[in-house]
């Protein structure tokens, strides 16, 4: 790190000394040529970036303080300080990528432009600070300024750009991208309001809106000058183009997409990419001759119906309404995207050659609208021809499924695709009827196979399968996991699996260990480097040399207080957030995801209820069971109901449990509303045990689990997702297995699951549900979670009840094993040195060899 030599003297300002020494300032030494390039007037003006040292970064930061929010540094609020010092990391990145996009455009590579619904991306300034090498600069330019670096980390707002798992893989996998100097744009939506901002009323969830961008976002930036109209709506026609019959659209309406970037540093290597959302405005917002005669709501009808189309996250699509809606959202950034990228070509660009320059991945089935978007251009708009257009399209895709469920492979109506997008409909029928003959030209007249394969469903109502579509256009398609994607291929696709052999790959996921090692956990991060050395963050494999450490009681011995330093740490965030408290002594037991019915929480409430049923009735003493606090973080979809009672029941049952003296405190249920990666990132290194306890063959991957492992917690599971892949590499006495396979899943289902049968057959189990049935945790009124009861008993499709007495079986051993704490903190150490596999930087790389092909260019 270098420092000026002309930091402020005894009795100056920071302020007065920025102005007396200006002159004398020294600029970064990199010019950074215009991207407009060099023969454009405004290259005359090279962009250079702020001076890589402290004294160079109070001046910017003076600088943006004073003309960016209109304030003297002895006049500014928290919140003028953060903006201001946000800014001036910014400033640092914006050089470096000016000069990315200057290479790219001089000399172009095939890049990935990653389609994604949604970005659940954290905070921003340390992972900027982190990849840029800024932080020790940083906090001592603060210090210099009389500032706190912390005050203005505690001012940062999380985006409210996602919601689980996909949002945040989507996240990591931009940040493994720019490390690995990919060019890449990251494509999705400017969400306002993004899904909710989760309260708890009387133990219910309450969705409230997440107005993040209250205050204005410094780490974004508009370019309304980009932007492009998207449209909807109207009708077809065919015309004659010289003799050659073609189609084209007549929308019925447009909207604005405005575009608004983010910068995506890669670690340490200079590289910046970029994160394109897209913000809908109306293209004719107001107008002033019905404001003029008194309808003032008529006058900004338009205007508000078109930003509904980036209002929310996943509106609720119970109604016809939020159906059309999320269809609307879908379209909109995928055209505004595919769009974005072919303006940038140049006009002589060949595109027959459109594969050499990008690959589209669809990361799900949000963006699938896009492949007949893509073909509209290409045959409607540049005149190809059907077949080339459709060759060039079929290897400029690549398609992701997250999902085994069938009800989680989106289908559009027919109804709502033609009054919405009729073009693409057509486009859609032709792809459907082409590839149709092609499965008649291999198998026959089969007409249940073709049925079967058919990109359109006939029942119950005509609709299109948008993972068919996706499958058929892409040139490849993943799963995200090694049992994920064979199912995938056996299970939910089996006839596309056959008909395009080699098609089908695996990717499994990852995370990035520069946010969930190093940011999330110092500590460890710091204890990791003193063992091996620098280097693994960008080459986490290197984790297996911590091996041979977990046998050198000095080395557990402080991995055990980097452990205990983290609880504590997430005991003062919790205090101050919800007023919880994380108890002493007390095994942290973490169950942190989406709330859904195959995810089990149910099952989670089901083994506490039997601890409490254990200790109240008398049947154990409650000394006897080993004292856990068991933390829930989830939020559930607002249309779902099921899932929104579960949330209930285990806040009523935190409620009970944590107020009874008889369990003298040795039980502890937290439920922390409105959960998020800032607060990930203080639960998952704090955590004792994960749970990852889906029902097997339903998670495709999951990637909470990968975070807990490699931070140090052991993981209760069954062999579902990846949890097959981290039991196979930290072996299966560090990991707590319980459980059906999928086979016997599969099997139990053939001969058929009656889930009264094993509330009969365990008393531990009928204690529990009996113990819900009867209102004890809800008033006495029976009523109130009857619906759940029911559930279980008699409906139950995700087998709770199945797995229930393996499940505590298992849990009885985590207890034991807790007992032991030394062998405890060995096996939680060769899970961190086993778990290197789970980089985002290696699911990247794998994505490079066996589907992008696209090479680095650093």
Same mark, same amino acid.
């Given at each position: 790190m270098t420092t000026s030599d002309s930091s402020p003297t005894a009795g100056e300002t920071p302020e007065t000394h920025a102005e007396t020494s200006a002159a004398t300032e020294t600029a970064d030494t990199t010019a950074v040529p215009h991207p407009l390039g060099a023969s454009h007037p405004l290259a005359l003006a090279p962009v250079t970036g702020p001076a890589s040292s402290v004294d160079g970064f109070v001046r910017q930061f003076l600088r943006n303080l004073n003309h960016e929010r209109g304030v003297a540094l002895s006049a500014s609020n928290d919140a003028d300080r953060y903006f201001a010092f946000a800014l001036t990391v910014r400033d640092y990145l914006m050089a470096r990528w000016l000069e990315d996009l200057r290479r790219q455009r001089e000399k172009p590579s095939k890049g990935v432009a990653y389609l994604s619904a949604e970005y659940l991306l954290g905070r921003q300034l340390d992972n900027n600070l982190l990849a840029s090498g800024l932080t020790d600069i940083a906090t001592e330019a603060m210090a210099a300024c009389g500032i706190d670096i912390d005050e203005l980390r505690a001012q940062e707002v999380e985006p409210g750009l996602g919601n689980g798992g996909l949002g945040r893989l989507a996240a990591c996998f931009i940040d493994s991208l720019a490390t690995l100097a990919v060019p890449n744009t990251g494509y999705g939506i400017r969400y306002e309001y993004g899904i909710f901002r989760q309260t708890f009323e009387g133990g219910q969830q309450v969705e409230q809106p997440d107005a993040w961008l209250t205050l204005g976002s410094p780490w974004e930036f508009p370019h309304p000058e980009a932007s492009r109209r998207i449209s909807f709506g109207g009708h077809t026609e065919t015309y004659d183009d010289e003799g050659t019959p073609r189609s084209r659209w007549v929308p019925g309406w447009h909207v604005q997409a405005v575009p608004y970037n983010y910068l995506v540093p890669g670690y340490l290597n200079g590289w910046v990419n970029t994160l394109r959302l897209w913000s809908a405005k109306a293209t004719d917002s107001f107008d002033l001759r019905v404001f003029n005669s008194g309808d003032y =709501?008529?006058?900004?009808?338009?205007?508000?119906?078109?930003?509904?189309?980036?209002?929310?996250?996943?509106?609720?699509?119970?109604?016809? !309404?939020?159906?059309?809606? @999320?269809?609307? !959202? !879908?379209?909109?950034?995928?055209?505004?995207?595919?769009?974005?990228?072919?303006? !940038?070509?140049?006009?002589?660009?060949?595109?027959?050659?459109?594969?050499? @320059?990008?690959?589209?991945?669809?990361?799900?089935?949000?963006?699938?609208?896009?492949?007949? =978007?893509? #073909?509209?251009?290409?045959?409607?708009?540049?005149?190809?021809?059907?077949?080339?257009?459709?060759?060039?399209?079929?290897?400029?895709?690549?398609?992701?499924?997250?999902?085994?469920?069938?009800?989680?492979?989106?289908?559009?109506?027919?109804?709502?695709?033609?009054?919405?997008?009729?073009?693409?409909?057509?486009?859609?029928?032709?792809?459907?009827?082409?590839?149709?003959?092609?499965?008649?030209?291999?198998? &026959?007249?089969?007409?249940?196979?073709?049925?079967?394969?058919?990109?359109?469903?006939?029942?119950?109502?005509?609709?299109?399968? #948008?993972?068919?579509?996706?499958?058929?256009?892409?040139?490849?398609?993943?799963?995200?996991?090694?049992?994920?994607?064979?199912?995938?291929?056996?299970?939910?696709?089996?006839?596309?699996? =056959?008909?395009?052999?080699?098609?089908?790959?695996?990717?499994?996921?990852?995370?990035?260990?520069?946010?969930?090692?190093?940011?999330?956990?110092?500590?460890?991060?710091?204890?990791?480097?003193?063992?091996?050395?620098?280097?693994?963050?960008?080459?986490?494999?290197?984790?297996?040399?911590?091996?041979?450490?977990?046998?050198?009681?000095?080395?557990?011995?402080?991995?055990?207080?980097?452990?205990?330093?983290?609880?504590?740490?997430?005991?003062?965030? #919790?205090?101050?957030?919800?007023?919880?408290?994380?108890?002493? &002594?007390?095994?942290?037991?973490?169950?942190?995801?989406r709330l859904h019915e195959y995810k089990r929480q149910m099952l989670k409430v089901l083994h506490i209820v039997t601890e409490y049923e254990r200790v109240v009735s008398g049947r154990v003493a409650a000394s006897d069971i080993q004292p856990r606090t068991f933390i829930f973080g989830a939020k559930a979809a607002p249309g779902y109901v099921m899932a929104k009672r579960i949330i209930h029941l285990i806040n009523a049952v935190g409620e009970v449990v944590n107020a009874d003296p008889r369990v003298e405190g040795r039980l502890k249920v937290l439920f922390t509303p409105n959960y998020n990666v800032t607060l990930a990132e203080r639960v998952i290194p704090a955590a004792d045990l994960s749970e990852q306890i889906s029902l097997a063959g339903k998670e495709a991957s999951g990637t909470g689990n990968m975070k807990f492992a490699l931070n140090g917690a052991l993981t209760i599971g069954t062999d579902d997702g990846a949890n097959v892949e981290i039991r196979e590499l930290v072996g299966d006495e560090n990991f707590f297995l319980f459980g059906m396979s999928e086979p016997e899943v599969e099997a139990l289902w053939a001969r058929g699951y009656k889930p009264a049968e094993f509330y009969q057959a365990d008393e531990n189990l009928r204690r529990a549900i009996d113990l819900i049935a009867s209102g004890a945790f809800s008033g006495g009124d029976k009523s109130v979670f009857e619906p759940i009861v029911s559930n279980l008993l008699y409906d139950d499709r995700f087998m709770v009840l199945a797995d229930y007495s393996s499940y505590i079986a298992e849990q009885a051993k985590v207890d034991a094993a807790y007992a032991d704490q030394d062998a405890w903190t060995h096996a939680a150490i060769l899970n961190v040195a086993r778990c290197g596999f789970f980089s985002s930087d290696r699911s990247i790389r794998d994505y490079i060899a066996r589907i992008w092909h696209t090479p680095p260019v650093l």
């Open positions: =709501e008529e006058a900004v009808r338009a205007q508000t119906y078109a930003e509904n189309i980036s209002k929310v996250l996943y509106p609720e699509d119970s109604t016809p !309404q939020g159906k059309e809606l @999320r269809l609307q !959202q !879908q379209y909109f950034f995928a055209a505004a995207s595919i769009g974005d990228f072919l303006e !940038q070509l140049p006009d002589d660009f060949d595109l027959t050659t459109l594969p050499d @320059r990008i690959i589209f991945q669809l990361n799900d089935t949000h963006p699938v609208i896009g492949v007949p =978007e893509l #073909m509209r251009v290409l045959v409607d708009e540049k005149k190809l021809e059907w077949d080339a257009a459709w060759a060039i399209t079929q290897k400029c895709f690549a398609y992701t499924c997250h999902t085994l469920l069938p009800e989680a492979l989106e289908v559009w109506s027919v109804d709502l695709l033609g009054r919405l997008l009729p073009r693409q409909l057509e486009i859609i029928y032709r792809i459907n009827e082409e590839f149709l003959d092609e499965v008649r030209e291999r198998y &026959g007249d089969d007409e249940m196979r073709i049925r079967n394969m058919s990109i359109i469903s006939e029942f119950p109502d005509r609709s299109v399968r #948008m993972a068919y579509l996706a499958t058929v256009a892409s040139s490849k398609v993943n799963g995200v996991a090694k049992l994920h994607s064979q199912l995938l291929r056996e299970k939910v696709l089996p006839d596309f699996n =056959e008909f395009y052999p080699g098609k089908f790959t695996n990717v499994t996921n990852g995370v990035t260990p520069r946010r969930f090692i190093r940011l999330a956990n110092p500590g460890l991060s710091d204890l990791i480097t003193e063992a091996i050395g620098t280097g693994w963050l960008t080459d986490l494999e290197r984790l297996r040399e911590l091996e041979t450490y977990a046998e050198n009681p000095d080395f557990r011995a402080a991995f055990a207080e980097v452990k205990a330093a983290n609880k504590r740490r997430l005991d003062r965030v #919790m205090r101050d957030r919800d007023g919880f408290e994380i108890s002493d &002594g007390h095994l942290l037991d973490a169950m942190v995801k």
